[in-house]
């Protein structure tokens, strides 16, 4: 696939590049606005989402488009999806104070005191915003492949330049991202999204529940993600009986998925507590070999989501984000 990223220092007209550049390429554009829009389409007007998991977001955005179209992807941050989407190219657009300052001048109708103003407002608040959603308040010029001059190249010459360097680095010939590819993905940024409790508006909702673990109300924000049914800790099995015939022990796993007829238990205790309960496991199997149940641990989840989530999404239709 071929994934432009543009980004830049306020007042340099970097967005003009972008347009201009995937005009030039017949690429789909996907501005921050764009992104805006995609995010409310999917959760609701009005949806806050927290600046830690703007980074994940974007990467299920991109991994969606990416496998329908090539893209110029420009806003602040788009260097650093290098990491999901390999071989991509990272453009950013610098000039000199002055230059910003007369770019602001004639973009917004304002006189020099006004737009220097405005331009340090905007450099505040990218600051601000990359502090927050990324870590860093600045972008070290490393982490690009082109850093383009607006003081002696128009933004016509700069999106020629990065025309030339995709076509030299043959991107677009690489074909569009994967369903494979792309639904490992989803699942790696939707597994980060769960932890926000981040849920699409409309689709399902989750369940305001008292669990004894967080790696369970995780599984479900998951199981929710994925459109499955699930009904937390719905039966007790006895599985122990004294010599009065009552049961003194029970076993009462934590998930039922209706749709596959199976249990779920989970497990990321310590290891003399895990041998604890797969004792249980083994009477609940012994006492009632037609219950379909199993034991999944912390790094099984992402096994468990691939065998059953992906095939109860595809019945659904797919999951947009």
């Known amino acids: 696939m071929a994934l432009i990223a543009v980004s830049g220092h306020p ?12 005009q030039r390429l ?4 996907l501005p921050q606005s764009r992104i805006h829009a ?11 989402i927290p600046d830690k998991a703007y980074p994940s977001l974007v990467t299920s955005i991109l991994a969606r488009l990416a496998t329908e179209h090539h893209i110029v992807y420009c806003a602040v941050g788009g260097e650093l999806q290098a990491r999901h989407f390999p071989g991509m190219l990272r453009v950013h657009v610098v000039a000199p104070e002055n230059v910003r300052i007369g770019n602001l001048m004639l973009d917004h109708r304002l006189d020099r005191p006004a737009a220097r103003k405005l331009l340090l407002d905007l450099e505040a608040a990218d600051r601000a915003g990359r502090k927050a959603k990324f870590g860093k308040t600045r972008a070290s010029a490393e982490l690009f492949d082109l850093v383009l001059n607006a003081e002696s190249l128009s ?9 030339t360097a995709v076509a030299t680095a043959g991107l677009a010939e690489r074909g569009l991202l994967s369903p494979a590819a792309e639904q490992q993905l ?18 399902v909702t989750l369940r305001k529940k008292m669990f004894a673990h967080h790696s369970e109300e995780m599984f479900a924000n998951l199981l929710d993600f994925y459109r499955i049914a699930w009904e937390y800790e719905p039966r007790s099995f006895p599985i122990q009986y004294g010599p009065d015939g009552n049961a003194t022990e029970s076993f009462t796993p934590d998930f ?6 199976l249990y779920i238990e989970l497990t990321t205790m310590k290891q003399s507590l895990v041998t604890r309960k797969n004792r249980k496991v083994r009477l609940l ?22 065998k059953y989530g992906l095939s109860s999404a595809e019945k659904a239709g797919p999951v947009r984000v």
């Open 256 to 261: 039922y998925l209706p749709e596959f007829d």
């Open 11 to 22: 007042g340099c007209r970097y967005e003009e590049v972008a347009r201009i550049s995937a």
């Open 155 to 163: 933004s016509e010459e700069m999106a020629a330049i990065i025309q």
């Open 186 to 203: 989803q699942f790696q940024m939707r597994l980060k999204l769960a932890r926000y409790g981040l849920v699409p508006c409309g689709h």
């Open 285 to 306: 199997r012994e006492l009632y070999p037609h219950l379909n149940i199993q034991v999944f641990y912390q790094k099984d989840f992402e096994n468990l989501i691939f």
């Open 26 to 29: 017949g690429f789909e554009i």
């Open 38 to 48: 995609l995010v409310e389409e999917e959760f609701g007007a009005g949806i806050r």
